[in-house]
């Protein structure tokens, strides 16, 4: 039976604080998530020096959009391939 009973921790990003929430199953994909998030935030921060937390906010979701919306179509070209390879086997 899956575990369902939600744990909430404190974490940081960008040197804000936040409550979260999850099960025990999803806690360390979050917490990487988090890291992923906090880590991207203070790059574009030093790399375009802004002070701005809202615009290093919006930048950092546009470039974990961007990396997604790659992996969804390199997933989509990998489903092309396989049905193609599939069609062809069947034809022997």
Do not use: C, H, P, W
């Not at 979260?20 to 988090?34: K, P, R, Y």
């Not at 906010?57 to 070209?77: E, P």
């Amino acid at each position: 039976m899956k575990n369902t009973i939600q744990k909430s921790y404190k974490v940081t990003i960008f040197n804000e604080s936040y409550t979260l929430m999850s099960t025990e199953q999803e806690e360390l994909l979050t917490m990487q998530a988090v890291s992923l998030v906090d880590t991207l935030m203070k790059e574009i921060s030093q790399q375009y020096q802004f002070t701005d937390s809202k615009k290093i906010a919006v930048l950092a979701a546009i470039r974990l959009a961007y990396d997604v919306t790659q992996l969804r179509a390199s997933k989509g070209q990998e489903k092309a391939v396989f049905d193609l390879l599939d069609r062809a086997l069947a034809s022997l």
